[in-house]
């Protein structure tokens, strides 16, 4: 007796290790759900992309998590990066996408932000992309000249977005005089005031926020396009001017290069800060994986007409580095001009 005691008692032991050692094989997200949370309103350049990436994310992490995509529109995407910040969990189960002016906000914006974006886990940026500066085809305004000349009111969507920053940093660099009219909830928004004419047009519109928005608007060539912002010209519009060759000095463009760099990483989505380092690389693969997805490479043919360009989460994570390392005097020069808005 006492010897069978003992082998129940060995297998009862070897089955509960087996048990112990299979629960600890299991991926993390198998039965969890992963928040995206949205920096925009719905319908609109951030919401439409992100909800792609949500379609393809789970099937390329283990456990195959359901994706939650969650709007939380609001301060052109801050509203998402202080979530993350201050009270999104840490374990890679949340998630932001966002326009890519919070990326620079908390380095040259007016409000005193208590965080670097350095501190937040770079997931990947969906594409490249330049910004545009463009009018309503029936206004006077037909080029950058134009806005030199009289003032032109753009549509803005609050502090640290790109369509509040951009006029402003313009105004100094180029003699432009664009006056922002502020407040707008999203795209959807200042597309609905550039209609109703309470805005001459909006600058700093990403093209391929654009281009998914309002492709009526592109087809019929019912936008007159001022000028084009980033790093290069898009191969879409050749003869677009762009800011950085109309900058009048090295200083001007220097300041316009810290401005700009943003556009390589388009579309960026972020975790919050101190992401375990397992979390991190998992969710960065998955992003790549997602991307290459040829389902979701052949939706973005369908919406865009072209191969997306993704930066993976370790450049991003470079990249948001190199921005946030800026020579003090560009960074400060650029937060003065800023502050006068």
Request: aromatic fraction near 6%.
């Amino acid at each position: 007796m006492r010897a069978s005691h003992l082998t129940i008692t060995i297998l009862t032991a070897g089955l509960l290790a087996s048990c112990v050692a299979a629960q600890a094989q299991e991926p993390f997200y198998k039965g969890k759900t992963i928040t995206i949370l949205i920096g925009g309103t719905a319908g609109g350049g951030v919401d439409n992309p992100a909800r792609l990436v949500g379609r393809y994310l789970g099937k390329h992490i283990a456990g195959n998590p359901v994706i939650n995509p969650q709007l939380m529109p609001g301060a052109g995407g801050i509203r998402v990066v202080d979530h993350l910040y201050s009270v999104a969990a840490r374990d890679g189960t949340v998630i932001g996408a966002l326009p890519t002016g919070p990326l620079l906000e908390p380095l040259i914006g007016a409000r005193k932000a208590t965080y670097s974006m350095t501190e937040f886990t770079a997931i990947g940026a969906m594409s490249k992309d330049v910004s545009v500066c463009v009018a309503w085809g029936e206004s006077k305004f037909k080029t950058m000249e134009g806005a030199r000349a009289s003032q032109m009111i753009v549509a803005g969507t609050g502090a640290g977005s790109t369509p509040d920053i951009y006029p402003v940093v313009l105004n100094e660099a180029l003699g432009t005089k664009f006056k922002v009219v502020t407040g707008y909830l999203g795209t959807q928004e200042t597309v609905m005031a550039i209609e109703r004419k309470e805005a001459d047009g909006r600058c700093g519109w990403g093209w391929a926020s654009l281009k998914a928005t309002k492709p009526d608007w592109v087809r019929d060539k019912k936008l007159n396009f001022l000028a084009q912002m980033g790093l290069s010209k898009s191969r879409e519009m050749p003869d677009v001017p762009l800011v950085l060759d109309l900058a009048k000095n090295e200083a001007d463009r220097q300041m316009l290069t810290l401005l700009f760099t943003p556009l390589d990483i388009n579309r960026p989505f972020l975790a919050p800060p101190n992401l375990p380092p397992e979390r991190a690389a998992e969710l960065r693969k998955a992003f790549m994986d997602a991307m290459n997805d040829e389902g979701m490479k052949a939706e973005i043919r369908q919406i865009t007409g072209e191969e997306a360009e993704p930066t993976d989460g370790a450049n991003m994570q470079k990249l948001l580095g190199n921005v946030y390392a800026t020579p003090p005097a560009i960074v400060e020069r650029l937060r003065a001009v800023l502050a006068k808005t």
